[in-house]
């Protein structure tokens, strides 16, 4: 039997967004943004990009420990590219 990660990366488009929504609290726009950067980052394989959104999530969710069920990220303006550059230089080390 596959693990969670693994059924969650093959789903289709909408319940994966779904996922990242109900776990990492993050909706569709966001969603889209973070799949478009890492797309548009040369990473043209929806598997490869699935496990990095769901390794950025991770990435952050820890930075954001207060963050509840009930509430989503925020980034402000701008500060959604800040941190996916600031994961991809780590990822790149």
Do not use: W
Not at 26 to 54: A, E
């Amino acid at each position: 039997m596959r693990n969670a990660v693994e059924e969650n990366i093959h789903l289709p488009d909408f319940s994966f967004c779904k996922v990242c929504e109900t776990v990492y609290g993050v909706n569709r726009g966001i969603y889209n943004t973070i799949d478009s950067y890492f797309y548009q980052k040369g990473n043209k394989d929806i598997v490869v990009r699935r496990q990095m959104i769901l390794s950025f999530l991770q990435s952050i969710g820890t930075s954001q420990a207060n963050l509840n069920k009930k509430s989503s990220f925020k980034f402000g303006h701008g500060g959604l590219v800040e941190k996916l550059d600031a994961f991809t230089s780590m990822c790149k080390k």
